[in-house]
């Protein structure tokens, strides 16, 4: 395994892909294409598989970008060596590029990143039990009060903040869009749940403060269901972000 950071792409056939699901049933009540992913990079690439990730849905193909300290060359090697199925998967299209090292994360960068903005109360609330993992903006609003307005993009900036600290500065965060998704998840028993969780992208600039604690965060990703394709904060100097 390589000691840097790469930034994957790889490609799936939309079609395929969705064929491949062993278990229609699963899908029934909500079609999580985060947790179709996360299934596909297990069974090709097990624990070199790459995390976090961002889903880039186009007409009929998927294109998932992600972090790993793997290279596209050791990825195909490991999926070989797996024997793992490859239907839907477009390997012309699987390439990799090393990050910046360390020492040179000191400048500032525009970012993009998916992110599920939850929390767990800390507290028994006149909604929300104590021990709850619910939207930051409905636990604002919470605390706020009925008659007192709650702003949804100042509420996820605070969020971003709080989880960049030590890491870089945000010299920016706005929030690009917004929607509720229906995500699939298994509990310790292996039983089914579907969760109903805020699905954002915010868009923004940021000031490296501390380079190894920003690539670590590069590697970890931000927030909760980073596994799942929420998450990964991809940068650019210039250009659109992604390889």
């Given at each position: ?16 892909l969705?064929?491949s ?6 899908f ?5 294409l985060g ?6 990079f297990?069974?090709q690439?097990?624990?070199a598989?790459?995390a976090?990730?961002f ?7 998927v ?11 050791e ?19 699987l390439?990799s590029?090393?990050m910046?090292?360390?020492?040179r ?23 929300y ?12 609003s ?14 996820y ?6 989880r960049f600290?030590?890491?870089a ?6 929030l690009?869009?917004?929607r509720?998704s ?7 028993s ?12 915010v ?5 490296v403060?501390d ?8 590697r ?24």
């Open positions: 395994m390589s000691e840097a950071l790469h930034m994957i792409r790889i490609g799936y056939s939309t079609e395929k969705f064929r699901i062993r278990d229609p049933d699963l029934r009540s909500s079609l999580d947790y179709l992913v996360h299934c596909h297990a069974e690439f097990g624990t598989a790459p976090p990730f889903i880039d849905e186009k007409q009929d193909r294109d998932v970008l992600g972090y790993s300290g793997h290279s596209a060359e990825l195909v090697r490991e999926s070989r060596n797996r024997r793992a199925g490859t239907d839907g998967t477009s390997w012309q299209a390439v590029k090393p910046p090292a360390a020492a994360l000191r400048d500032t960068y525009a970012y993009r990143v998916r992110i599920c903005p939850v929390i767990r109360k800390l507290r028994e609330g006149p909604v039990g104590r021990g709850a993992e619910i939207d930051a903006f409905l636990a604002a919470e605390m706020a009060g009925a008659d007192l307005p709650v702003d949804r993009e100042a509420v900036r605070d969020w971003m903040t709080s600290q030590g890491a500065e945000l010299l920016s965060a706005g690009v869009s917004f509720r229906r995500l699939v998840r298994f509990d310790a292996r039983k089914k749940r579907t969760l109903d969780r805020p699905d954002a992208t868009e923004g600039v940021l000031r403060k380079p190894d604690r920003f690539a670590a965060l590069l970890q990703g931000i927030g909760r269901h980073r596994a799942f394709g929420f998450g990964m904060v991809l940068l650019r100097s210039s250009g659109s972000p992604g390889c």
